[in-house]
């Protein structure tokens, strides 16, 4: 069956960076699109950033310029690389896969700043 595991989440005061990780499986990864959320307590949950089976890459203004999605399909496993991070950046980072019409999620991972 699909499973996305997401990984790499903590504690990091403002600043500083974070990779997220995503490790896939049960699907065909290389034909998907891939995206990650983020949801604060008490809020809903928003759209980061999209990586397109070519490779093509879009971001939520709020972390454009900070933030980079990429993914590697020889590993089925998605990134997204967390730079210059903020106390507003503190939330449940999830993992989301579109493929063949159906989504897809992980369990997420906690990232929390510190300021």
């Known amino acids: 069956q699909v499973q996305l595991v997401e990984s790499g989440g903590g504690l990091v005061q403002a600043g500083g960076s974070l990779r997220l990780s995503c490790a896939a499986s049960?699907?065909?990864?290389?034909?998907?699109?891939m995206r990650w959320w983020r949801q604060a307590p008490g809020k809903q949950r928003d759209w980061v950033a999209t990586v397109t089976s070519g490779g093509g890459a879009n971001y939520a203004d709020s972390v454009k310029g900070r933030f980079t999605i990429s993914r590697d399909n020889a590993k089925n496993t998605v990134y997204l690389q967390m730079n210059s991070l903020k106390p507003e950046d503190t939330a449940a980072y999830y993992c989301n896969a579109l493929w063949e019409g159906t989504n897809y999620w992980g369990q997420g991972t906690q990232v929390t700043v510190s300021s």
């Open positions: 049960g699907f065909r990864f290389s034909t998907s699109i």
